[in-house]
């Protein structure tokens, strides 16, 4: 195995589905049954472990679909508590509760004509889980604290990174909802099953992250490339996206070279994650090395001008370890903004600032 880079002019080579990288067998079986699947109205669910690509997966269903034109609306139901979750899928009237303060349109309402993402999917309670299967039947719905009937056409794609028919099994899913969510099931393939997919999954991050960090990284090392192909990826797509990212960050020439690469991915394997804990760790003496890095750079950026160099490291490193956190809590804003003790709309707010709220699913 060799090294290789890539031309930062672009590539002609056209990928199986918009905006999704990879030729491997796995995700072909993925491209076909993506493409039939969107010619229909039929629910679909998505399953497949955190990081895998699920939210790509269904947007790629809505832009192949009749339904192309209308609404795309993404829901994480394990972001939000049961009351709040609730109300933003369904909306609320005023003084439905303390802070209803005034009308609200949910969700579903918003993706009329089009189509409605639920991720995490398993996350709901088992009430709430009875008023979507009513949407999915009868296509119709309340407000909170209203009695006026809505009726939507919506078309549902739900996702869920749990073996569904397992949480049934348990008493926590019910039955007659995962059934009818599960009309067409697609497996989105973890990392480590699509190995081969890793050059190419590389290539288009270092072009991404290099634009974006008006860096030139163009080149990958033999090394490098090898411990890539030999880690296990508990965190999947998202994982590399985000040690290629880092890489750039840190990188001193035009090169992806092994040193730029955590300990656990130089050691070229890694332990199973287990259900329930975080899947990724980062190394004291990496993060060492990730800020002397940012510190230096900063100066570098600032151009002397110290305050713009403070402001440029603090970011910095603040975004580093908000994507860390988020990486840790499976993408869980709500259990992320605990762990760093700031409020959950803060949180969504730098997510935003940062750029880090549009990663795979």
């Known amino acids: ?16 589905l918009d905006g999704i990288i990879g030729n491997s067998p796995a995700m072909q079986r993925v491209y076909e049954l993506t493409r039939k699947v969107a010619r229909s109205n039929a629910s679909v669910l998505l399953l497949g472990e955190t990081g895998t690509g699920k939210e790509l997966i269904a947007g790629a269903i809505h832009r192949l679909s009749d339904r192309a034109q209308g609404p795309f609306v993404r829901v994480n139901c394990g972001a939000l508590s049961e009351s709040l979750l609730e109300s933003e899928l369904f909306g609320h009237v005023r003084g439905a509760f303390t802070s209803a303060v ?13 189509t409605i993402f639920l991720d995490e999917i398993n996350s709901t309670s088992l009430l709430l889980q009875v008023k979507l ?44 909802l995962y059934w009818r969510l599960n009309v067409v099931p697609i497996h989105i393939p973890p990392l480590r099953e699509r190995l081969e997919d890793i050059p190419q999954l590389v290539v288009h991050f270092l072009q991404h992250y290099s634009q974006a960090n008006r860096r030139y990284v163009v080149h990958v090392q033999r090394e490098a490339l090898e411990a890539m192909m030999q ?13 290629v990212e880092r890489a750039v960050v840190m990188a001193e020439g035009d090169e992806l070279t092994i040193d730029l690469l955590p300990e656990v991915v130089r050691r070229g394997k890694s332990v199973e994650p287990v259900a329930g804990e975080p899947s990724t760790s980062l190394a004291a003496a990496d993060w060492e090395t990730l800020i002397q890095s940012i510190i230096r750079r900063g100066v570098e950026h600032a151009d002397k001008d110290h305050r713009a160099a403070y402001d440029f490291v603090v970011s910095q490193i603040e975004r580093e370890l908000i994507a860390f956190i ?18 959950r709309n803060t949180l969504a707010k730098k997510l935003k600032d940062y750029g880090l709220d549009t990663d795979p699913s």
């Open 102 to 114: 005034a009308n609200r349109t949910g969700r579903f309402e918003a993706a009329h004509t089009g």
């Open 326 to 343: 988020m990486s840790q809590c499976n993408n869980v804003q709500t259990k992320a903004a605990a762990r760093l003790g700031i409020n």
């Open 231 to 243: 880690y296990h990826w508990p965190g999947n797509v998202r994982e590399l996206q985000n040690y």
């Open 133 to 176: 299967l009513r949407v999915l039947q009868e296509k119709e719905f309340e407000r909170v604290g209203d009695t006026n009937t809505i009726t939507v056409d919506t078309r549902v794609i739900a996702a869920s990174n749990r073996d569904l028919a397992a949480e049934v099994e348990a008493g926590r899913f019910r039955e007659d």
């Open 1 to 16: 195995m060799s090294g290789f880079s890539y031309d930062p002019r672009g590539s002609s080579a056209g990928h199986p």
